[in-house]
């Protein structure tokens, strides 16, 4: 079975103003294996977030090609990505985006409606078990801004999972959280890949990672300068 | 733990269009306060543009209403006495008179709280002034022995209907004369002939008279007053001019003959010269405020709504839940602030333009005004929304990471 994610040659270059160009990625070839947690590492402005965005589709590259489930993404219709975002991967930001005047449990609950999952009883057993896995079962009636930081995540990270995508990326998913949140969000991620073999994708300059991580990429200014499989 | 995936299943796209009229459901349950405050807004300005809209029409209504509805053919005003009024009610061509005599005068609240001056009408017959006097659009019936007010001159006094008024000689200091006290027994919303009184002769005759006879005695101006200042004649068949004159036996120059079809002729292009320039400004202010608003509104919304939308793309919303999402807002706003703005217009009307307006037309008149402001408004805001690509959502999403 190949990559989960490939890019050859891929560069992304911003123009923000005219005469202003930014290199955001430069030459970026790497090949994400199905069920590996793969971290990108790198100081800011280094092109994580950059190269995540271009390898899930939501950016285009400058140049290069971008292989997603073995479909050019450059080849993506509006409804193919919906559809694959829906289905097949599951997004955790940094910020938590959760709907703030949905609850929890609504907030988990809705890619499942927009999967158009009919019978309800089956999308609240569904969002129950997220929760349960998340260990927020008791807080499902509560709004985000009833919640914590941690707690907030790990809703985001409910929701992200509730569809079972077979890809979860993540956009720094400690970034705004203390130790002990960090430290329970990184379980949690580790959990999914081992216990619902997910591929997990994580940019991230946080260093704890790093020992749960099969692959590692390592950036510095858009340019690819390492990458370690270790499993 | 692997889950079982025979819940799910491909439903038509309704369902994503249900999908974003549930979230904004959810969104208006737990921001309730938030969204009643952009209600409100909304609400002021579509009010500003309804009554915009409508005040000409409600300026033509005011100018032409009175006429339309009165039944009288000609006025004819002159110092004018019984025999004149005899001739004309004995000729076969008119069907009725109503005789009048129009005298300024003081006029008081029971209660001494307001004065005012006004024109009073003394009428010899208060059934037949409520059918052909122009001062009566909804055709309520005048009572007999009692005093009708415009809802104006009413507000002035401060007197309702069952009240009473003392009238009194203001222009003339006439020792002591028997200040004449009337019944309010009608009310009448019409701002074609101003602040006017409407009085059964019968009620106050005596007392008139009387102080008549005092204004003759000390040779004041106003002593030589006629019995009759204006006759309002309806006719059984056309006549012209002539005819009338030699039926009272005078001489044209003598009198002011003025034809309700001429007068009702001469506001009609008073109207219309005002709806070829006032009216056109004002309605086009009016569509562009609505526009400028539900564009600013739609704008306001895409852009607040970017992460959110962007989040949703990310799981996985279809083109038609976003655009759900964002419609059935708007749609819920602007209806609730359109309900609002129509309470808003027609208390404006009823109150700052001091009841001249009868309530069923202001309703009509604002409906009709924010029902075609909104419906171009709404339409070229649609327009703009249908024009917001996915592209742009995700492009969002990216700013979002």
């Known amino acids: 079975m190949g990559p989960i994610i490939e890019t050859k040659d891929v560069s992304l270059v911003f123009r923000p103003a005219p005469r202003t160009c930014v290199v955001a990625l430069s030459d970026i070839s790497v090949q994400i294996a199905r069920g590996a947690f793969t971290i990108i590492q790198g100081p800011s402005g280094s092109g994580k977030s950059s190269l995540l965005q271009v390898a899930v589709g939501l950016q285009p590259p400058t140049e290069g090609q971008v292989m997603l489930f073995g479909m050019d993404t450059a080849r993506f219709g509006n409804r193919d990505r919906a559809a694959l975002w829906s289905k097949r991967i599951g997004f955790v930001y940094q910020a938590f985006n959760l709907l703030p005047f949905l609850t929890a449990h609504e907030n988990i609950e809705l890619p499942m409606r927009l999967q158009s999952v009919r019978h309800k009883n089956g999308r609240r057993a569904r969002v129950e078990q997220c929760l349960e896995l998340v260990g927020m079962k008791t807080l499902g009636d509560r709004l985000p801004s009833q919640l914590s930081g941690g707690e907030q995540q790990r809703v985001a990270i409910a929701r992200a999972i509730v569809n079972e995508p077979e890809l979860l990326v993540a956009d720094e998913p400690t970034g705004n959280l203390d130790d002990a949140a960090a430290g329970l969000v990184l379980d949690l991620l580790k959990r999914l890949q081992f216990e619902l073999g997910m591929t997990v994708v994580v940019a991230t300059h946080d260093a704890r990672f790093r020992p749960a991580a099969d692959h590692v990429i390592k950036l510095e200014q858009g340019r690819l300068v390492s990458e370690v499989r270790y499993r | ?401």
């Open chain 2, 1 to 401: 733990m692997r889950w079982s995936t025979s819940t799910r299943s491909v439903l038509p796209q309704a369902r994503n269009v249900g999908v974003g009229v549930w979230l904004v459901l959810r969104e208006y349950r737990r921001e309730r306060g938030r969204k009643i405050y952009r209600c409100l807004v909304l609400a002021v300005i579509l009010a500003v543009g309804a009554i915009l809209h409508i005040l000409p029409d409600a300026y033509g209504v005011l100018r032409l209403s009175g006429y339309e509805q009165a039944a009288y053919d000609f006025r004819l005003s002159g110092n004018l006495e019984e025999s004149d009024l005899v001739a004309l009610r004995n000729s076969p061509a008119v069907k009725e008179v109503l005789a009048a005599a129009i005298w300024s005068l003081r006029l008081e609240s029971d209660e001494g709280k307001a004065v005012r001056s006004a024109m009073v009408v003394f009428v010899d017959d208060m059934a037949v002034a409520s059918r052909l006097m122009p001062l009566n659009p909804s055709k309520k019936t005048f009572e007999p022995g009692g005093a009708v007010l415009t809802s104006r001159l009413a507000s002035q006094l401060s007197v309702r209907v069952g009240d009473s008024i003392l009238m009194d000689w203001a222009d003339y200091d006439v020792d002591s004369p028997p200040a004449v006290p009337a019944r309010v027994s009608c009310l009448v919303e019409s701002g074609a002939d101003g602040e006017l009184a409407v009085v059964d002769e019968d009620l106050a005759e005596t007392a008139l008279m009387e102080a008549m006879g005092k204004l003759r005695a000390k040779g004041e101006p106003g002593a030589s007053q006629p019995r009759f200042t204006v006759f309002f004649v309806s006719l059984r068949h056309p006549v012209d001019d002539s005819w009338i004159f030699e039926t009272i036996g005078g001489e044209p120059e003598e009198y002011s003959l003025e034809w309700r079809k001429d007068r009702l002729d001469s506001e009609r292009q008073e109207v219309a010269r005002l709806d070829s320039s006032t009216n056109s400004i004002l309605k086009s202010l009016s569509v562009l405020l609505y526009t400028v608003a539900l564009l600013y509104l739609c704008g306001q919304r895409l852009t607040s709504r970017r992460k959110e939308l962007a989040v949703l793309a990310a799981a996985g919303a279809a083109r038609p839940t976003l655009l759900a999402y964002v419609l059935a807002d708007m749609f819920i706003v602007i209806v609730s602030a359109s309900a609002l703005a129509l309470i808003a217009t027609y208390l404006f009307f009823r109150l700052q333009l001091m009841f001249v307006l009868p309530g069923h037309l202001i309703a009509r008149l604002s409906i009709h005004g924010l029902v075609l402001d909104i419906i171009v408004g709404s339409l070229i805001a649609a327009l703009a929304i249908w024009r917001t690509r996915v592209s742009q959502i995700t492009k969002a999403l990216a700013k979002v990471f």
